[in-house]
């Protein structure tokens, strides 16, 4: 199996959920976004007023690129949410009512063993599994081998094992189904090499192959992890663990995607955890007990890395995995490299956090001031896939897009490393990323 080139090992993190998992009590109020996961948003198919069951479908995608998403709770449609200066609904929201009665909410369940690959396809795709496939589509002959990535390898996330313990068999029993709907010849799971009990209870629920990958971040990347696997061919299909647990929730026991399994990690959080929760539940109100006092803190949905700043009021979606708490740290920290840095990771080492065996702190500090680039290399050192990220920065800052592009611009996975270990602060990965942007308009047009 190829070793990852580059990459970053990364410590633990203060913060980083562990133990059992936790269910969130259902709330009263739930904000349904209509564009969740993979392929085209939804269109509301219900209108203020009308009563809904969990599991009912509220808004159909308008074209087969895309999935239904479905009523997380049962209660009444309050409103369709319009953002500013738009003209179609962004999410539905939906409040608890005992006094109106909603229609039964449709079964998916189906004889999965003995179901024609394009029925199956068409049962998941209802039940909103397709929104955690690449491409949002759920059909036979999209994939040659399917791949259920089940390793954790970016900070304040717990091994994969303990975010999957008690449902490995159904995890394996998933797998297969979605490659039975995917036209899948392979089934592989790749899973961390330090994660060896995880490895063996799949192997021992009857997984075809296990494969094991080095926990160095970002080597869960699908274009990284297809080429570990199965040598980079093109028809390789990756997917969470979380999409096989979909698939299994809906063809055996009739589920749609309305529960999500995620990390709320950060050190912004007493109590960090793996949570069960309904889709459309408010991130504050999730961690509201949770929350370190007296801290005001930054979510971002994601890590810390790739993640995005959102507000307390944004609702978790079927394809979120994680949250990162972080306490907010507006300070200047001036000559911050000198500073001994306990509890500071660094890829140059030059931290006393370097030689301490304590839990590392993430805040939302930048920890040092821009600087000009001092060519130590690093930012080369750690990108996965090759790049020179430093230099096709400086191309893109003096409009040389055509040149970035010959150096492989387009390469780039956007795994923020570059970025993270920059001593000069520089914002190599947004940078990259927009230009990647311009690029792909211009060939738009
Ligand atoms: S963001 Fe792009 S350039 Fe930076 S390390 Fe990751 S892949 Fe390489
Ligand atoms: S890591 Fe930062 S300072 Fe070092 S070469 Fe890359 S851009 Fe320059």
Not at 133 to 144: F, K, S
Not at 426 to 442: I, N, Q, Y
Request: charged share 20%.
């Amino acid at each position: 199996m190829a070793a990852l080139k580059g990459g970053y090992r990364f410590r633990l993190f203060e913060g980083t959920p562990e133990g059992t998992v936790a269910a969130h009590r259902v709330g009263g109020r739930v904000v349904v976004p209509l564009a969740q996961g993979e392929g085209y948003a939804a269109l509301p198919v219900v209108s203020p007023g009308d009563a809904v069951a969990a599991g009912q479908v509220i808004g159909t995608p308008p074209a087969q690129v895309g999935s239904p998403v479905h009523a997380p709770i049962d209660g009444v449609v309050r409103e369709l949410a319009v953002k500013a200066r738009a003209k179609q609904p962004w999410a539905i929201v939906i409040e608890r009512d005992a006094g109106k009665a909603a229609p039964p909410a449709p079964d998916t369940r189906c004889e999965w063993t003995a179901a024609a690959p394009e029925a199956l396809a068409e049962a998941l795709t209802h039940a909103g599994v397709a929104a955690l496939v690449p491409g949002g589509m759920i059909a036979p002959g999209l994939a040659r081998v399917l791949v259920a990535v089940c390793v954790h390898t970016a900070p304040l996330l717990p091994r994969a094992g303990a975010v999957y313990a008690g449902r490995e068999n159904d995890l394996v029993t998933g797998g297969r189904i979605l490659a039975k709907a995917l036209g899948a010849q392979e089934l592989c799971f790749a899973v961390g090499r330090r994660d060896r009990a995880f490895a063996a209870a799949l192997a021992g629920g009857g997984a075809p192959r296990v494969a094991a990958i080095d926990e160095v971040y970002p080597g869960e990347h699908p274009k990284l992890l297809a080429r570990a696997v199965a040598g980079g061919a093109a028809d390789v299909v990756c997917v969470s663990g979380r999409a096989a647990l979909a698939a299994y929730d809906a063809a055996v026991k009739g589920a749609a995607l309305i529960n999500v399994r995620l990390c709320l990690g950060g050190a912004g959080l007493a109590r960090p955890a793996i949570v069960d929760a309904r889709v459309g539940t408010p991130l504050g109100e999730l961690c509201a007990d949770r929350l370190a006092p007296g801290r005001e803190v930054r979510y971002v949905a994601g890590n810390f890395l790739t993640g995005v700043a959102v507000p307390p009021e944004h609702p978790v979606t079927r394809d979120l995995e994680c949250v990162s708490v972080l306490p907010e740290d507006r300070e200047r920290r001036f000559l911050e490299f000198m500073r001994p840095g306990a509890r500071k990771d660094s890829y140059g080492r030059t931290f006393l956090a370097a030689f301490l065996k304590r839990p590392l702190a993430g805040d939302t500090n930048l920890h040092g001031e821009l600087r000009p680039c001092i060519n130590c290399g690093w930012c080369e050192d750690v990108c996965p896939v090759g790049l020179m990220p430093d230099l096709l920065m400086k191309l893109l800052r003096i409009d040389q897009g055509e040149e970035a592009e010959a150096l492989a611009l387009m390469d780039c996975i956007e795994c923020g490393l570059c970025s993270y270990v920059c001593p000069s602060k520089l914002p190599l990965h947004e940078e990259l990323a927009r230009g990647k942007r311009a690029v792909r308009e211009e060939l738009a047009q």
